[in-house]
Every structure is written in C-alpha cells, then in structure tokens.
C-alpha cells in the first residue's frame, strides 16, 4: 500500500513539474515564434522524373573513367561499389557519397568515376530539376 501511495504522489509531481514547466515558457503576454523549414521547389532534390539523366558517352564512358587501385590489385580485393551523387540542372555531379564501400581505394576510384562524368539533366514536367543518381562499380580481377 505504502508504494502505491509513493508511485501516486512521484506522478503527480512529474505532471505538476511538466505543467509548470511549459506555464513558464509561453505567458499570454508573449507569443512563442513559429519557424517554418519550407524548402522552396528549386532546392528540391528528386530520386525519380520525368526524364532521368544519363552519362554523356553512357554508362560504358564512366566505366572507363575508373581506374583499379593498385592496393586493391596487391591485396587481391574484388567487388561492389555503390556511390551516389546529385545531378544539377547543367548536368554537373555534386554531393557524390558512398553508398555501400569496398576499401582499398575502389570507393576513391568510383567516387573520382562519377565526378568527372557529365550528365544530360534531368527534367520534370518540363523543367530541368537536380535529380540524386545511384551507380554500382564492379571491381573484378581477371
């Protein structure tokens, strides 16, 4: 009985506290300020389009842009590398990250890749757009 007596009076001063505490933040007198984060449409980011943007030269001209790293090579290191990059309005790639690493320097050599590609922008409805791309880089040894 006595605990239940104690669980009863600690929640009703938790509740006393937290009302008071928010009675002290916001008076009638004062109006808290509302902060709207409203991104306009020109700094929105798309994943899918209307038309999406491709490699000048295609897919096979940013495949040799990379380059095996010879620490990859010494350390017999195959695999997948996934990185992403923004695609502006001009085609230029911004923001590239890597998704998914390999080490060695592939996700280097796949970042480096995507930066010096040039991309056909993408549109939708009618407006070219920024647009994040994802590209797998496959890493083999033959």
């Known amino acids: 009985m006595k605990k239940l ?3 009863v009076l600690l929640l009703a001063g938790i509740v006393t506290a937290q009302d008071l505490a928010v ?16 991104e306009s449409p020109a700094d929105s980011i798309y994943l899918e389009c ?19 790293p010879k620490e990859a090579m010494d350390a017999n290191i195959q ?4 990185v992403s990059g923004v695609i502006n309005e001009k085609g230029n790639v911004t923001s590239v990250k890597v998704e998914k690493s390999l080490g060695y ?7 480096k ?9 993408g549109e939708n409805k009618g407006k ?15």
């Open 5 to 7: 007596i104690m669980v």
């Open 23 to 38: 009675k002290s933040k916001i008076t009638p007198d004062k109006k808290a300020p509302i902060k709207l984060d409203v």
């Open 50 to 68: 209307d038309k999406m943007p491709e490699p000048i030269g295609g897919f096979a001209a940013i495949m040799g842009k990379v380059v095996y």
């Open 79 to 82: 695999g997948m590398v996934v």
């Open 105 to 111: 320097g592939c996700d280097e050599a796949a970042m």
């Open 113 to 121: 890749a995507l930066k010096e590609t040039k991309f056909t922008p």
């Open 128 to 142: 070219l757009v920024k647009v994040r791309v994802a590209l797998p880089v496959k890493f083999q040894l033959q």
